[in-house]
Each structure stands twice: as structure tokens, then as C-alpha cells.
T-cell receptor, first 114, second 114 residues
């Protein structure tokens, strides 16, 4: 049981490049989330999903896209990377069956856009 | 909307000192409350939680009591160790009101020196 896994761990992009951050969970959780954490700041929600085929915007969705074709996977796509997207990205998941929505986090992807 | 306010850091303590990190919240419903910890270079881990008023969450010597009358969930530890150095996030889930994502505070960085 690996929990929530994210790849890659680190990435450097040039302005205008695109990439996909991968997130997979093996806990059969319905809900999945993408957050970004800027230096010295808390977490901001980018997108979330309450089940396969359903996604919704969070607080800071601009410049990102997501899809949820399976319960396990929730990739985050950056189409035209900008320096403002330099951040640490965390994926998380939680169970619909949970009474309190405890979330489980992956180890993060550190992205630098130059 | 829902929000979490926690004391700004950084907090620097000597080993065996008493720790308090203040957290207050606003919510439309009856939220569950969480403290997450982030060790250097890692993702967030759940430290403790409380799901209703007057509940006390505890783990690894840390405690926090859900105070509805003061809308607070302060984190305490009687004797900190160097290994407690991390960033601590207070969060709430207004799950029963239909809001799925967690709402996080900005985090408080704790440094414990020997």
C-alpha cells in the first residue's frame, strides 16, 4: 500500500513549455486534490475531483488543467509554463466514506520555471 | 466563506520548552478540525484531528481541543524535541455542509534548538 505517489519529484521548465504532473493513489479514494505551496505560504487548492469523470476548480485554477479518467489517477497539466507557476505541488486524496474528510498527501513535486 | 487563522512564525524554542500554536477558524457549518505537520522536504502528514466540540485530538505528545465557543483549536505540547522542528498547518473540513476541500491556515514554522 503505497498511498499517494507523485512523479516527478523535481522538474525545471522553460517558459512556455508544458508538462504533466502525475498523481496516483491506491486507497480507492473517491476524492482527489491538487494544491500548490509557494515559499513561506500555506496551501492553495488548484483543482479537485469527487470521482472519475468529475473535476472542479479550486482557488487558483488558471494555467492548469486536470482530468480524472480513473479512480486512481489525477494528473495535473501545465500548458504554457510561467515563472509564477514555480512552486511545490502536492496531490492528496480522501475517502467519501470518511466522516471528517481526512486527506492523505503525496510527497510533492518541486517545479521551477525559468 | 470558511477560513483558518493561525499564528505567524517562525517560532524558535529550546528543547523541553512548552509549545502553543494558536489556531482560530470561521465556518458556516460544523467543521472537523485538523493539525497537519510538514517535515523538511516532505509532504503533509496528519498529526491529530477532532470532529466535534470539546473533542481532544492527541498524537506524539501533541494535543488540541476543539473549542466551539471560542472557535479555536490550539496546538500544544508540553516538552518539545529537536525532531519536532517542522511546519504545522491548522485546517478545517466543512464536509457536512457539502464543501469537500480542506481549508488551510498559512502554516507556522517551528524550530527547536538543543
Amino acid at each position: 500500500n503505497a498511498g499517494v505517489t507523485q512523479t516527478p519529484k523535481f522538474r525545471i521548465l522553460k517558459i512556455g513549455q508544458s508538462m504533466t504532473l502525475q498523481c496516483t493513489q491506491d486507497m480507492n479514494h473517491n476524492y482527489m486534490y491538487w494544491y500548490r505551496q509557494d515559499p513561506g505560504m500555506g496551501l492553495k487548492l488548484i483543482y479537485y475531483s469527487v470521482g472519475a469523470g468529475i473535476t472542479d476548480k479550486g482557488e487558483v485554477p488558471n494555467g492548469y488543467n486536470v482530468s480524472r479518467s480513473t479512480t486512481e489517477d489525477f494528473p495535473l497539466r501545465l500548458e504554457l509554463a510561467a515563472p509564477s507557476q514555480t512552486s511545490v505541488y502536492f496531490c492528496a486524496s480522501s475517502s467519501r466514506a470518511s466522516a471528517d474528510n481526512e486527506q492523505f498527501f503525496g510527497p510533492g513535486t518541486r517545479l521551477t520555471v525559468l | 466563506g470558511d477560513s483558518v487563522t493561525q499564528m505567524e512564525g517562525p517560532v524558535t524554542l529550546s528543547e523541553e520548552a512548552f509549545l502553543t500554536i494558536n489556531c482560530t477558524y470561521t465556518a458556516t457549518g460544523y467543521p472537523s478540525l485538523f493539525w497537519y505537520v510538514q517535515y523538511p522536504g516532505e509532504g503533509l502528514q496528519l498529526l491529530l484531528k477532532a470532529t466535534k466540540a470539546d473533542d481532544k485530538g492527541s498524537n506524539k505528545g501533541f494535543e488540541a481541543t476543539y473549542r466551539k465557543e471560542t472557535t479555536s483549536f490550539h496546538l500544544e505540547k508540553g516538552s518539545v524535541q529537536v525532531s519536532d522542528s517542522a511546519v504545522y498547518f491548522c485546517a478545517l473540513s466543512d464536509f457536512n455542509s457539502g464543501n469537500t476541500p480542506l481549508v488551510f491556515g498559512k502554516g507556522t514554522r517551528l524550530s527547536v534548538i538543543a
